[in-house]
């Protein structure tokens, strides 16, 4: 979609947004995959309540962004613009043990930015991809560690008023891979609060789960991370693989040899290759084990 309308162009630099044309949503996305639309930066969250008001009034659809790593998207010319938030100057500033943190900042940055301040917690964190904000919104989790554990407050757009509130951490459920935070949400900026650490020790932290992700995860290859929740009690990976499926392929879509759970963009696959890939390995789990595998990624139809 096109933002052509000049009261809209015009206006976008006075609230320090920068407009990227017919942006390729494949190359701001993990997986590779998606189509174009403008892409609308957003460097100030102070103009966001503004920026949306503008787009509601003339009738133009927008969905947020956040790092792309969890996210499948529809090809052909997509029928929203994008937002995406630009990371402050600084991204984090710390106070004792409380990590003030953009929701834009990178979610690996963040976790060592602490740790060289001898702030401890998040090593478990430390492969997994995106910005903090989108750990926050899904409760990004991994080798024990969960991101709500950390959070204290969350200053976030909110939809229903327009406005930009600041919520306390006791106001938020935290559950597996999912936050009570309503859909239209943006997260803005997070208040967390993490132990102190010395810094070798933290690091030693990170190495081993850099070192159990790098032997069991497809590292450096295109993907989403996991693309089906665990069901209760069992690993959708090792459901899958049990099934034979690694390598089981729909065009470049394909079940990772290393770990089943993570499904590949191999070369030039499209969201329907990949959608057709999920709903197979879904039918052949629901079929063969009785259990209906949800998406953990999520998927943006067009
Ligand atoms: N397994 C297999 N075959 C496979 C994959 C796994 O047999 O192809 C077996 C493993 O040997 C292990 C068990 O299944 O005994 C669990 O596997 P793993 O330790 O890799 O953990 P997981 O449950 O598959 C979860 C998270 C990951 C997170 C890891 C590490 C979900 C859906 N996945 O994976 O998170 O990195 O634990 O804590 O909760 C993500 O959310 O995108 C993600 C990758």
Not at 122 to 150: D, K, W
Not at 252 to 267: K, L, M
Not at 275 to 297: F, P, Q
């Amino acid at each position: 979609m096109r933002i052509e309308q000049p009261r809209i162009v015009a206006v976008l630099p006075e609230l320090g947004v920068e407009l990227r044309a017919e942006t390729s949503l494949a190359a701001l996305t993990s997986l590779g995959i998606g189509g174009t639309t403008d892409l609308l930066r957003v460097r100030k969250h102070l103009f966001l309540p503004q920026l949306i008001q503008l787009l509601k009034s003339e009738g133009i659809p927008f969905r947020f962004l956040g790092g792309g790593s969890n996210l499948l998207v529809a090809n052909g010319e997509l029928p929203w613009v994008m937002l995406q938030l630009v990371a402050g100057d600084p991204e984090i500033r710390l106070e004792g043990n409380y990590a003030f943190v953009d929701a834009a900042a990178d979610l690996g940055r963040t976790v060592t930015f602490c740790a060289k301040n001898n702030l401890g917690g998040m090593e478990g964190l430390i492969g997994v991809p995106g910005t903090v904000g989108g750990a926050l919104r899904m409760n990004a989790g991994a080798y024990g560690t969960q991101m709500g554990s950390f959070v204290r407050e969350v200053k976030v757009y909110r939809a229903p008023t327009g406005e930009i509130e600041t919520l306390r951490g006791e106001e938020i459920r935290f559950d597996y891979r999912h936050t009570s935070f309503a859909a239209d949400d943006i997260m803005l900026a997070v208040k967390l609060e993490l132990p102190s650490k010395a810094y070798p020790e933290i690091v030693k932290g990170i190495r081993i789960c850099n070192e159990k992700r790098r032997a069991s995860q497809p590292i450096g290859q295109k993907s989403a991370g996991c693309i089906f929740k665990n069901p209760p009690g069992a690993s959708a990976g090792r459901l899958i693989d049990e099934l034979g499926l690694k390598g089981f392929h729909v065009g470049d879509a394909c079940v990772s040899d290393r770990h089943a759970n993570f499904f590949i963009n191999r070369g030039t696959s499209s969201c329907a290759d990949m959608l057709a890939l999920i709903a197979a390995v879904r039918e052949k789990v629901r079929s063969n084990y009785g259990v209906e595998l949800e998406e953990e990624v999520v998927v943006w139809r067009a």
